[in-house]
C-alpha cells in the first residue's frame, strides 16, 4: 500500500502542513481549541483502505484536493526527535520508567537546541559586523 504521511493540527478546523506545529507541554491532550497548538500525524493511504483500517476519515483541502488516511498522535519518540534529541537520549529517559505523559511534558519543555545554535550564529554574524 503506498502511503504518504503529513502533519494535521489538531482542532476543530484542521490542515495538512509538511511541518510540525510547536511542541509543547500539553503534547498529550488530544484535540486543541487553539488554532494550530500541536500536530497529529495525518497518515495518508493512497489505495482503497483495507477492512482492518479503522477511523477512516477524508480531508478535503480548501482546492477540493481529498485525502484518506488516518490521524494518530506523534508519539514520545517522535516528539523528542522534533525537538532535537537522539533516539539514545529518549532511550535513557524512558527506561527510568516516566509515563508518556511525563515524556510528551519533557519534550514540550525543551528548547531545541539545533534552534537556538543556529539563531545565535545568526546575531553572532551581525555582531561581528558591527
Known sequence: MDTRVHFIDLNPNPK????????????DSGISN?????????VENSD?????EKFAVAFIEPNGEV???????????????LQGFTDDQFDKA?????????LYKMAGNAVT????SEIGKIIKKVNDKN
Open 16 to 27: 495538512l502542513t509538511e511541518i510540525a506545529r510547536c511542541i509543547t507541554a500539553r503534547q
Open 34 to 42: 487553539r488554532k494550530a497548538e500541536h500536530s497529529g500525524v495525518f
Open 48 to 52: 482503497v483502505l483495507d477492512d482492518n
Open 67 to 81: 485525502h484518506i488516511g488516518r490521524i494518530r498522535k506523534l508519539t514520545p519518540r517522535e516528539c523528542w526527535k
Open 94 to 102: 524512558k527506561a527510568t520508567g516516566l509515563s508518556d505523559s511525563r
Open 113 to 116: 537546541v539545533n534552534v537556538i
